[in-house]
C-alpha cells in the first residue's frame, strides 16, 4: 500500500507537552530568573512584571509572524533597561529559565512515548515545528526523555526568525528531513495561530 505521507511534524504546546502543575519548579525557576539578573527584589513580583513585558514582545511576534532571537527578546523587550552585554551573554539561560517560570513542568502527553515509537518504526520520518522561545529547551527535553534518536528535524522559531504560521518554517522542516512538502502532515492543537 502506497503512503499518503512520510513525514509527521509536531507542535509541542497542548499537543505533544502539557502542563503539569508544580509551583516549586516553577519558584526555583524565578529566584534563578532574578539571580541571573541580579534582582534583589521579590523574584515572585519581578517575574509578573516580566509576564507584562513579554505580552508587548508576544503581541509584536504575533502581528509580524516573526520570532526575535533570544538576545533581542530581553534586549529589547524583556529587560532593555538593564546592561546589554551582559544581558545578551545570558540571554539563553534567561529564556530557558522564564520559560520554566510557568506553573508547571512541560512533559510528554500519556501515550506520547508510544506514538513517537510506533510511527518510528513504521518508517516515518518524525520532527517537530515550534514557536518556543527557547533554543535550548526542547533539544535539552529530547535528550532526557530519550527521544532524540527519533526526530529527525527539530525547527525553532527564535532560530529561523519567523514562526507559524508562516510556509516558510514548514517547507523548512521539510527541507531538513528532506521529504517534499506534499508528503509531509503537520499535527497541531491551534489551528488559529499554526495553519
Known sequence: MKREFEAVFF????????????????NAAKRKVAELLGIDSDPYEFCKFLDYRYLGYHRWALDTMREAPEEEQWTRWLAPDFPKDEIAAKAVELTYQYRMCAEGRRML?????????GLYNRGYT????????????????????????YFKAVVLSPILGIRKPDPAIYLEAARQVGIPPEKCVYIGDNLDRDV
Do not use: A
Open 126 to 149: 518524525l520532527g517537530i515545528i515550534s514557536n518556543l522561545t527557547s533554543t535550548i529547551e526542547i533539544p535539552e527535553w529530547l535528550d532526557v526523555d530519550g527521544l532524540t534518536p
Open 11 to 26: 507542535d509541542l504546546g497542548g499537543t505533544l507537552r502539557i502542563m503539569h502543575k508544580d509551583m516549586e519548579y516553577s
Open 109 to 117: 502527553v500519556d501515550n506520547g512515548r508510544e506514538v513517537i515509537t
